[in-house]
């Protein structure tokens, strides 16, 4: 890839073993994002609400264990209990939208962006507005862990992302995704369950944000009332990069990861190129919009 | 429900067609039979057995297999993977083995001589290849009772040949068909038994060699049908300028075209599919634009590759598939009617609602559309009404020249009858028409057919030809009367 | 809302052959931290550092991932604002582990060690801006506060004392509190809508120079943009010491501004990265630079520089002193 | 409308004109980015840069005008341009967007997501984060001034609405617009030139998103660095509940212009009722998602 080149020209630093597992370790947990969005994305629906639910979901957990005056918590659970919370809250969510989305018949678009606004409204509110610290041990082990030398936020990112990849490219259930995102009605036709298949996908996608938000609150050792806020638009783009299709029944674990990796690698290489740090966005921007070009030329069909 | 009460008792072994008007509700039925739809009320036996439990798809799709109306290949995935989807080979571990079920698509394509890689993403099939690809996924769950809801309104002849032969092997192995077709003569081919539907009811069922065709379209129209085909008087205004003439036209998919629609006059493009009839006539409408050649709409030549200028150089344009191209269906009948004739509603850009409404209104008089009034949605009406108001479109601004492609595709018996003898009406006003089409009731009230194959006009015949001639022109043999044996 | 992968940092270098130090910018979209950034190069030159640069555009990830960077660019000391106090303990225990001192810059972390704090004190700001609305009002009115995000420490602190020195110095005074999330749009919408609902309103008090303008533009819309002697004067007290403020006094458009060190923000924090990499300790207690140095917990100094009030006549208020608005010490009538 | 007796309940001040005014004002800005998006949904596209052109392109006045030694300008132009430059920089982003979205066939809601990055990341680049003040009185005037007695702000944002009601319901141009967003093959084949449509649908999307930003401005008396930065999210709000469809076609100026009245409204009760700021979020969120089901379930259709 020619940006591991420009990373090497830009700056020594940018190969070394080091970098490159701070790059993955800032990246894993919006990559479980992207992972989580790719499967929505090719079921032909959209998830934006995402990026709340990796502030909320570890917001309730830390709302409920963290002990009575350290901080704002009620202190109403020990902290054994923040895993099973935070992973709850996140199911719960899913199966508000899907119940929304497939029940009611109402548009995954507008839906989570409702969904999105009203959580990032309910953690400021249990939070005050206010960062939960004194996490319980419980809730930091996966952030901050570190199996074999690497952070056990990449391992699971990546065990996560190789069992995408097998999930659906070789098994049925994998496959009825792209039927699905290609023709609902033939899939249908074909004997998929597609309100359950669909079910499935969007509440495991919120289960996969609830445990991102898990990681980044451990890795922080806390839980901002802003955690995440902003992330779903480097969510779509990496994901749009990685040559997933908005119209459903197309793309590959593989290319959601790289897009994601890609971006984030570019950004590693702005930071170490001295980039003025006014004028990175619009660099970042530029680049996101040049990858969409170039991949629009190569791939030839008009996206619609 | 779409269904009132309807019933059909299908015999093991034969071949029984239904047949009804757009709308009838044969493919509700289609649906209730292969379960797609639980029946509100009633039952359903197979062999005397009641029918499995909806969600159980596999029982059923073991009793029943079935094309749909309604494409049901999914575009984005490979043809392979179509045939197979939800139920390819497992190799060790539950994970799919791509290899097997790969060759297995091969085998199942070769047996049906569809010439496609398994490879293939289906989304870039031509519609022919998919048509036979849904056609052989149906059959390869080895049922023994197979339903095929309009198989053949977008296949072409020899396509069609092709078929009729499976199906007539699959008959001597003594398989059950339920046949569903518009074209009338397909089911004296090869059906044995027939059902009417009509208003969503039962209406008769009979052996088919004891229905004339008047008999049947009376039973589906409810009311004695007119007679098509009769002889004609040709309206052709030889003095008038021509309504259309094509010079030397040269495009991707076809070249060195030349022909003239006189006014008054009504010529068939008959080819089969991929003759490059379509383009031709959606070239002359100013949908593609043409690498050479010209093109003349009544005396003046519109700019090539706009549809706008040849509307104003005075074309009426009917698109190859309604659903497609030929109408919004969530605009008004009014609105859908009047789309291209801006002008005449209003000025500087305005619309009147009235004057709107109005000419929607003398439309709807005129094509007899069956709405409750010009707001309706089109999306409500039927598929012949929704094709009733296309045409009212083309013809809203009085054209000099009708470009008409397939224009009673899937469209019922009673509403293709109607629809060309509109087609008729205005030619006897001077209009000229080009009538692009496969469909030999299409071609039949043509002054002159042009046959093209592969891009180039092969053959000209004046009315009065066989239709064996025609389809075999069509296929690309030489139309020659006298040496036919 | 930031954008992740629309914002990131740049690492710029001075070159210098003394040690290498880095410094994370927290954000660059307030006049003040970019007044801050402009400081800290010069100042890194005055004291021989070499200076490695990043910007975590207030976003504590950003921030963790861009001190990696620093790790492994190698350098000798860190300095940084975190605007998350909480999440940073992480990242302070493994710079901890790798002997890199570190000088948080406005704020203190919630837990971890660092070498020195450096900031002005918040809640002063709150209560000099809490003094000066009093004594002008005379202890009676309706005062609006234009508060920050929820989510700031920053803005808390101001928050806290000011409505705390309300409470048990003018209790005849009504204060609206307005968070608006350091957007100045929001800003005008509350106070407009504030201001509608109690057109007595006879103070505001802008926790950041970010509502600067809208106010005065609404001030101006409603006839209240008129000088102090007019009985339809609303005493206007802002926050930060950015020149537009500076300026909007000499005008007579605004009452006051708490001037935050901008300038002394980047000397300092520099300062003592170099005082702990030479292997100099500190005290609590005065210092030679005019602000004292506490101990906030064990292994926690604080150096609290001193935030003037700035006002038109440089007048004592309520036992506040204060700079004229022209007074050269200030930062913001000193920016290039 | 219900809102109203909830006001009045919560308190008597919010029928008072002088409130109402308010609300208009407040609101106006955002109601023509609702305006713009509602034109652009009907044609069955989006523009989601809109946010970021209401900031980028009155900023790249300010730099072009503000003179050096006031803040950071360049005081390359008298101030008599800042108007004519706030516009041109609106077109261009709109034929930017044109270009991609209709000559290059990209897909809008990714041009226009990789727009809202760039443009939001040039505005940081130019101004440097920082905020412009001191504009020339000719960016002032519409924001600040008073036509008979009403903010003129208010009188173009109805002007504006009432100009779009006529156009979409009594020309053939607005006609073609609801006829390209349901089917776009279909309106081509009626001989309506779709893509010059769609160019000038998208070019004054970005034209109004300018003026907004114009009138923003002149109200705020400076442009700041993150102006317009998350309106996007109120906007899509704004035009669901009015009724628009994201699938195009469908939709009517005067919904559109509810929907943003309804959740400005909403957002003065709060204030007025002095609800805790932390939970006005949640609150406005779940109005929100509320008002997008009931208007499913009166609607009736689902939505795809
Ligand atoms: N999902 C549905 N809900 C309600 N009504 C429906 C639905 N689908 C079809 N219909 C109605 O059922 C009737 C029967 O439709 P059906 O598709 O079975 O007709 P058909 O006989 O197959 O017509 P064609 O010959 O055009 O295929 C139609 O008039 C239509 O109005
Ligand atoms: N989901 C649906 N809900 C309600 N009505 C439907 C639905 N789908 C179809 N219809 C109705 O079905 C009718 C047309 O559909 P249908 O597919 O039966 O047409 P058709 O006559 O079969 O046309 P074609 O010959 O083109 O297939 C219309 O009256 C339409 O209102
Ligand atoms: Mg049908
Ligand atoms: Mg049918």
Known sequence: ?304 | ?485 | LLSACGSASGTGTTSADGPLVGVDYPRSDTDFWNSYIKYTPDYAKQLGLSLKTTNSQNEVAKLTANVQTFISQGVKGVAMAPQDTAAIAPTLDQLKAKKIPVVTVDTRPDNGDVFMVVRADNRAYGEKACKYLGSKLGGKGKVVMLQGGLDSINGRDRTEAFNECMKANYPGITVFGEATNWDGAVAAQKLQTDLTANPDIKGIYMQSSFALAGTLQLLKQRGLLVPPTDPKHVFVVSNDGIPEELKSIADGKIDATVSQPADLYAKYALYYLKAAIDGKTFQPGKTDHDSTIIQVRPGLLEDQLSAPLVTADGGTYDGVPSLKSTDTSLWGNNLG
Chains 1, 4 share one sequence.
């Open chain 1, 1 to 304: 890839m020619g940006i591991a080149i420009v990373g090497q020209i830009v700056s020594p630093v940018f190969l070394q073993t080091d970098n490159l597992i701070n790059v993955m370790q800032t990246m894993s947990e919006i990559a479980l994002l992207v992972l989580a969005q790719t499967m929505i994305l090719i079921v032909k629906k959209m998830d934006l609400s995402m990026e709340s639910t990796m502030g909320l979901a570890p917001g309730v957990a830390a709302w409920l264990v963290v002990p009575i005056g350290a901080g704002h918590g009620l202190g109403l659970l020990p902290g054994g209990w923040a895993i099973p919370v935070t992973l709850a809250v996140g199911v719960l969510i899913g199966v508000i939208n899907a119940l929304l989305i497939i029940r009611f018949g109402l548009n995954g678009f507008i839906v989570t962006l409702g969904m999105l606004i009203v959580l990032r409204g309910v953690l400021t509110g249990v939070s005050g507005g206010q960062t939960f610290f004194q996490l319980p041990s419980s809730m930091l082990y996966l952030g901050s862990a570190v199996w074999f030398g690497v952070p056990a936020s990449i391992w699971i990112c990546l065990v996560l992302f190789a069992a995408a990849i097998v999930v659906l490219g070789w098994t049925n259930f994998g496959r009825s995704l792209y039927a699905i995102g290609g023709n609902v009605d033939a899939a249908k036709a074909a004997g998929i369950r597609t309100d359950r298949v669909l079910a499935i996908v969007i509440v495991t996608g919120s289960l996969l944000a609830a445990l991102a938000g898990l990681l980044l609150s451990g890795r922080l050792a806390s839980v901002a009332s802003a955690q995440g806020n902003g992330y779903i638009f480097t969510v779509f783009a990496a994901a749009v990069i990685g040559g997933i299709s908005l119209n459903g029944g197309k793309g590959t674990m593989f290319g959601a990861f790289s897009g994601i990796l890609l971006l984030f690698m570019i950004q590693n290489v702005l930071t170490l190129g001295g980039v003025p740090a006014q004028w990175i966005g619009a660099l970042n921007g530029l680049i996101i919009l040049a990858a969409l070009t170039i991949s629009r030329i190569t791939g030839g069909k008009a996206q619609e």
């Open chain 2, 1 to 485: 429900m779409a269904l009132d009460g309807a019933w059909i008792t299908i015999r093991p072994g034969e071949t029984h067609a239904l047949v009804g008007r757009n709308g009838a509700g044969k493919s509700t039925l289609v649906n209730v039979i292969t379960g797609l739809l639980g029946p509100d009320e009633g039952t359903l036996t197979f062999d005397g057995k009641p029918a499995p439990r909806l969600t159980d798809r596999d029982a059923w799709r073991q009793r029943v297999a079935c094309v749909y109306q309604k494409s049901t290949i999914i575009p984005t995935l490979t043809v392979g993977e179509n045939l197979f989807l939800n139920r390819c080979d497992h190799g060790r571990g539950r994970l799919i083995d791509w290899r097997g079920t790969r060759r297995r698509a091969e085998d199942l394509l070769s047996a049906w001589s569809v010439e496609v890689a398994p490879g293939t993403l289906a989304g870039d099939l031509s519609v022919e290849q998919r048509q036979f690809v849904e056609i052989a996924r149906a059959l390869s769950f080895g049922a023994r009772f197979i339903i095929l809801d309009e198989p053949t309104a977008q296949l072409d002849g020899t396509a069609i040949n092709r078929l009729f032969d499976r199906i007539r092997d699959l008959q001597a192995q003594g398989v059950t068909f339920l046949f569903i077709s518009h074209h009338l003569q397909e089911i004296y081919e090869i059906c044995d038994m027939v059902t009417v539907f009509r208003d969503a009811r039962h209406i008769v069922t009979s052996p088919v060699a004891e229905l004339s065709r008047t008999e049947l379209v009376a039973a589906m129209t409810g009311e004695t049908a007119v007679v098509l085909g009769g002889e004609r008087v040709s309206s052709l205004d030889a003095d008038a300028t021509a309504a259309l003439s094509v010079q030397d036209l040269s495009g991707s998919a076809y070249a060195d075209i030349t022909f003239q629609v006189g006014a008054g006059e009504i010529v068939g493009l008959a080819g089969a599919a991929g003759s490059g009839r379509t383009e031709v006539a959606e070239t002359v409408v100013g949908l593609r634009a043409a690498d050479s050649g010209k093109v003349e709409i009544a005396g003046s030549r519109p700019r090539p590759g706009s549809v706008p200028a040849a509307l104003a150089a005075g074309a009426g344009f009917v698109p190859q598939d309604r659903h497609h191209q030929g109408y919004v269906p969530a605009m008004s009948i009014a609105d859908n009617s009047t789309l291209s004739v801006p002008a005449r509603l209003g000025r500087g850009g305005f619309i009147s609602n009235r004057r709107r409404n109005l000419l929607a209104e003398t439309s709807i008089e005129k094509l007899e559309i069956k709405t409750p009034g010009p707001e309706l949605p089109v999306s409500a009406l039927s598929g012949g009404n929704q094709q009733k108001v296309v045409m009212a479109r083309a013809l809203a601004d009085e054209p000099r020249l009708l470009v008409l492609i397939n224009p009673t595709a899937g469209v019922d018996v009673r509403s293709k009858e109607f629809l060309l003898g509109k087609v008729e009406e205005t030619a006897e006003t001077g209009t000229g028409v080009l009538i692009a089409s496969d469909e030999l009731d299409d071609l039949r009230l043509c002054d002159r057919v042009l046959v093209m194959f592969q891009g180039r006009v092969t053959t000209e015949t004046r009315r009065g030809w066989h239709d064996h001639d025609l389809v075999a022109a069509m296929e690309g043999m030489t139309l020659n009367a006298e040496n036919h044996d």
